[in-house]
């Protein structure tokens, strides 16, 4: 294989060399410099929630540039990021009064832990104990991949990553052992903050649990006073049929993540929203006590529009009753896939994501079915990228039926 000059992120350029260049992005599709079209069935990377460009967004990013690129976010402020604070407090879970923007979904992380760190120790009870669900990503800095599943893409950073106690994940039926080790990690040594994905753990595998099981896991959090961090880097913005997963359980999270879909998956932006419990420990004559955070991008008012342009559209366009379609059809699809053959194992859907495990002899990530597989679909016109054997679905809500046609159709073909 050719050594490139790009260092494309978890590529193996000894091995994948196929990389063809994108030209286009119009909705769900994809078009490349020869003039091939490809179905985006992943919302490239799961970030694009609308559909590529649209027009209310590409209008926003266009007229904010005009205006002002880029303004230091400390002691200045400007008006797209002034609205879409509020707007953010007004859409996500009842309580979450404070809004800090960053770059990432793993920087929004990062935050959310310095967040609970700066809580504990400013109210002078120091706590550093951090607890996370079984299964979990939350990015790949140092602080989100010790707080995510440790794997063979964390190997060699392992020395540097600190130690969080481990709850194992609420499968169905299962449920009280994750209570059981939740309340004991609590009750045996105090714990600053407890990280979830909730109710899908995302890059772990698509591995799906209840509502009744969230809303639990905070209850016991609440019990202990451990602060609740949802990290909805992936499950915001309708994802899993709600606007955040959050609203499915009724949970008010101390501290929530937000990123990916936040600007319909145009522009990078994130942010990390905490109760005003959180915001008034930082509140201080001290200036010991201050959020110690910034990126230099930090509120770009380039993403704030688009990310504001994202919200007006969630506000006039009716994203849910479409996001009900794309569920629908999903449902539809994936049944009919499980009774085509049964290699397609453990079917399950939450919201507009599907998932099903491929019965290969050689599980996990670096499964060797893995490349095999995305060059398969790619030969389909199709954008699909499985977690090992695991095979998902997670396509732009302007996807339409015959488009999901083609993807099932690309996965029922697998040789
Ligand atoms: C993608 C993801 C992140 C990291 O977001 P980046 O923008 O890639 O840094 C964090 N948490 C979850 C749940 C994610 O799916």
């Known amino acids: 294989m050719p050594r490139r000059t790009v260092w494309h992120p978890f590529t193996q350029h000894a091995l994948e060399d196929n990389v063809p260049t994108i030209t286009r992005g119009k909705g769900a599709w994809l078009e490349t410099d020869d003039n091939r079209r490809i179905f985006d069935a992943i919302s490239s990377w799961w970030v694009i929630t609308h559909g590529h460009r649209h027009p209310a967004i590409v209008a926003a990013v266009k007229d904010q540039i005009d205006k002002l690129d880029q303004v230091i976010f400390a002691g200045f402020t400007h008006e797209s990021a002034e609205k879409l604070a509020e707007k953010l407090v007004a859409i996500t879970p009842v309580g979450l009064e404070h809004v800090f923007f960053s770059d990432s979904g793993s920087t929004s992380v990062e935050v959310a832990i310095k967040m609970a760190l700066g809580y504990w120790r400013n109210i002078g009870h120091p706590r550093s104990r951090i607890a996370a669900l079984e299964h979990g990503y939350h990015g790949d800095t140092i602080g989100t991949m010790s707080a995510g599943a440790r794997g063979v893409f964390n190997a060699a950073y392992e ?6 106690i481990r709850i194992p994940f609420p499968h169905a039926g299962r449920e009280q052992e994750t ?41 016991i959090c609440e019990r202990y006073g451990a602060l609740f961090i949802a990290d909805e880097v992936m499950t915001g913005w309708g994802r899993t049929g ?8 009724g949970v008010t999270p101390d501290i929530l993540c937000t990123a990916k879909g936040l600007t319909g998956g145009s522009m990078p932006l994130a942010a990390t929203l905490a109760t005003s419990r959180i915001y008034d420990a930082h509140y201080s004559e001290d200036r010991a006590r201050t959020l110690f955070h910034s990126s230099s991008f930090t509120a770009n008012p380039v993403c704030c529009a688009a990310a504001l342009a994202n919200l007006e ?7 849910l ?18 009774e085509s053959s049964s290699r397609f194992l453990n079917p399950r859907r939450i919201g507009t994501i599907t998932a099903v495990d491929l019965d290969v002899a050689d599980g996990g990530y670096l499964a060797a079915a893995g ?28 996807a339409t039926g015959p488009d999901l046609s083609l993807v099932y159709e690309a996965i029922r073909s697998i040789p």
């Open 242 to 249: 709600t606007t955040f997963a959050c609203n499915q359980a």
């Open 321 to 338: 009753d479409r996001i009900a379609k794309v569920s629908e059809m999903q449902e539809q699809n994936l049944t009919a896939l499980v």
């Open 313 to 319: 559209i969630w506000e006039n366009e009716p994203v």
């Open 159 to 164: 020395p540097l990553l600190f130690d969080v």
């Open 371 to 398: 490349p095999a597989l995305r060059a398969h679909f790619l030969a389909q016109g199709i954008l699909l990228r499985p977690l090992g054997n695991t095979i998902y679905v997670m396509p732009p809500y302007c």
């Open 179 to 219: 209570f059981d080790a939740l309340e004991a990690a609590c009750r045996e040594t105090p714990v600053a903050a407890f990280i979830a994905e909730p109710l899908i753990a995302g890059a772990g595998g698509m591995l799906m649990y209840s509502s009744a099981a969230l809303a639990e896991m905070k209850r």
